[in-house]
């Protein structure tokens, strides 16, 4: 039993605890390349979430994991063949509901643990901050949180070489022999500025990918997957100790 996960500890050992601070795992269920399981998301928000509480509570953070949600924004994948979408509308009512129970019973930070591109909580969490004034809440995107150039050659952000190498450590059963894994190309948008950070539209699936990955997995090795979850799961931990020692009333320097 890891005590720092919900959904494995008990009422024993948490009637009497005082957890500072809750993560919530997001994920995704949908197609990654040919070659990845749907549950890539999920497979990769349990695992982060628990490395790095484990290693934030072993330094005496005292926090709680809550089960993954398995489904995310997938609007712009309506027509990938079992893509589950969440609207965004649905994501903030449970999002709601969930910071509500927190609030009530005194746990009063929340981190947003997002392994899924098409999830964007910040917009949400702005709305419900108004809503539970007494509450921390932040959104950490695990796919962000090292410069992915420094571990891998191919660069792409669905299924690519990251995801791939990931997953070879996480789940190998899971993952098809090479000789399946498709090339990860994408179509680039005709308007050139879309590519820039300042131009945004979503991306019909569909259209820019032939296998429904972006970014070549073809030098994916589980070594490079392993040192990848190692180095961001040491970054996120840390992030976890420094809000659960934080004090709200005072968060910012004088």
């Given amino acids: 039993m890891r005590p720092y996960l919900l959904a494995e500890t008990n009422w024993k050992h948490l009637k009497d605890d005082n957890i500072e601070l809750a993560i919530l795992p997001w994920a995704a269920t949908e197609a990654h390349n040919y070659h990845l399981p749907y549950g890539t998301d999920v497979y990769e928000a349990d695992y982060v979430a628990a490395e790095s509480a484990r290693k934030a509570y072993e330094q005496n953070a005292n926090i709680i994991v809550l089960p993954t949600v398995p489904f995310g924004v997938n609007t712009g994948q309506s027509d990938i063949y079992l893509d589950i979408n969440l609207n965004p509308s649905t ?63 191919h660069m792409g952000d669905h299924a690519d070489e990251m995801e791939t190498s ?38 019909k699936w569909s259209k820019v990918t032939e296998d429904t990955g972006i970014g070549s997995p073809a030098l994916s090795t589980a070594e490079k997957g392993e040192t990848f979850l190692k180095d961001s799961t040491d970054k996120i931990a840390q992030a976890m100790i420094k809000i659960c020692d934080m004090n709200i009333s005072d968060m910012y320097e004088s």
């Fill in 166 to 203: 990931v997953m070879l450590k996480l789940q190998p059963d899971l993952v098809l022999e090479k000789v399946h894994w498709g090339e990860g190309k994408e179509k680039k948008h005709r308007i050139a500025e879309v590519q820039e950070p300042w131009l945004w539209v979503e991306r």
């Fill in 91 to 153: 994501q903030i009512a449970i999002l709601a509901d969930i910071i509500e129970v927190l609030d009530r019973q005194g746990i009063k930070k929340l981190m947003v643990l997002n392994t899924h591109g098409g999830n964007d909580f910040k917009t949400l969490l702005r709305e419900l901050g108004l809503k539970f004034p007494e509450m921390f809440l932040c959104t950490v995107n695990w796919f962000q949180t090292l410069d992915k150039t420094k571990y891998f050659e």
